[in-house]
C-alpha cells in the first residue's frame, strides 16, 4: 500500500512539471550552454584557419578610416 501511495506521488510530480508553469524549467541553461559551444566553434575556427590577423587588420583599418587618423 505504502509503494502504490509513492508511486502516485511521483507520477503526480511527474506529469506537474511536465504540463505545469515550470515544464520548460533548466532548458535556459541548455540554451544557453548550446550557445556557448557554438560561439567556441566559430572562434576554434577563426584560430585555426588564421583569419585572426586579417579579422584584426580589418579592424584596425575601420576604426583608422572612423577617427581619420
Known amino acids: 500500500m505504502k509503494v502504490k501511495h509513492r508511486f502516485e506521488t511521483w507520477r503526480t510530480t511527474v506529469t506537474a512539471r511536465m504540463r505545469g508553469k515550470d515544464r520548460d524549467s533548466g532548458a535556459g541553461f541548455v540554451e544557453y550552454a548550446g ?19 586579417l579579422i584584426s587588420g ?12
Not at 35 to 45: E, L, P, R, T
Not at 60 to 68: E, K
Open 35 to 53: 550557445i556557448m559551444i557554438i560561439v567556441a566553434g566559430i572562434f576554434v575556427m577563426i584560430d585555426g584557419l588564421g583569419l585572426d590577423g
Open 58 to 69: 580589418a579592424i584596425l583599418t575601420a576604426v583608422s578610416n572612423v577617427i581619420g587618423g
